[in-house]
Each structure stands twice: as structure tokens, then as C-alpha cells.
Nanobody
Framework: QEPLAESGGASVQAGGSRTLACAIS???????FAWFRQTPGNLREGVAA???????TYADSVRGRFTISKDSAKNTLYLQMNNLEPEDTATYYC????????????????????WGQGIRVTVSS
């Protein structure tokens, strides 16, 4: 079983919504998870990170439109994406770690050790 497995990718129109899910295997320990995205030729960038229901961090480009959440009972991480824009087109990855990232590092690739395979979201205008 993959440590993290994303689902929910799709092609959507601008202004629409989509929710991504990430199944967390029992082998993944820790409570710190995040979503990243990557477009061809660009570095993978942090989108949102969660430490608890009261502590989430968002990239400026998605704040107010995206919401990260985690259902511990279902061992699933979510990314609710609203008011999608063509610029949101990317491959999205979920990530996790057992080490608590420093606040300034929550959206950095280097803070995470577990990664999913990625899933594609395409937003058309």
C-alpha cells in the first residue's frame, strides 16, 4: 500500500469547485500533512498545510479559495478547492511527516518525508 494516495482529480471549468482526497496508510505516522502542486518546468510549491483543526497554513495564491482538512477517523486528508482558476491547473500531491515543521517551513518540500504519486487537476477557462 502506498503511504499516501490521492484521488479526485478532474477537469473542471473556471469558477467551479473540486475536492481532492488523500488516503493515509497505517504506516504513515504523525499529524502533519500538506498539499503541494507542480506544473511542468516549475518547482513543486506548497499550497496548504494542516497541524490541527485550528492550525492551517495557506499559500497566498489560494487563501480564501482552498480549505485543507483531515478526517482522522477515515485516515483521509482533503483539499476543498473553490472558485478554481486556470492558474490552478497542476499535478497535486499530498505530503506528510512525523516531525512538526516550524511555522515558516510548513509549505516547504523539505519538511515532508511521505509523498503521494500526484493527481492531475485541469481548470479550463
Amino acid at each position: 500500500q502506498e503511504p499516501l494516495a490521492e484521488s479526485g482529480g478532474a477537469s473542471v471549468q473556471a469558477g467551479g469547485s473540486r475536492t481532492l482526497a488523500c488516503a493515509i496508510s497505517r504506516d504513515v505516522r504523525g499529524n502533519y500533512f500538506a498539499w503541494f502542486r507542480q506544473t511542468p518546468g516549475n518547482l513543486r510549491e506548497g499550497v496548504a498545510a494542516i497541524e490541527s483543526v485550528f492550525s492551517a497554513t495557506y499559500a497566498d495564491s489560494v487563501r480564501g479559495r482552498f480549505t485543507i482538512s483531515k478526517d482522522s477517523a477515515k485516515n483521509t486528508l482533503y483539499l476543498q478547492m473553490n472558485n478554481l482558476e486556470p492558474e490552478d491547473t497542476a499535478t497535486y500531491y499530498c505530503a506528510g511527516t512525523h516531525l512538526k515543521p516550524r511555522p515558516e517551513n510548513r509549505l516547504l518540500n523539505s519538511a515532508y518525508v511521505y509523498w503521494g504519486q500526484g493527481i492531475r487537476v485541469t481548470v479550463s477557462s
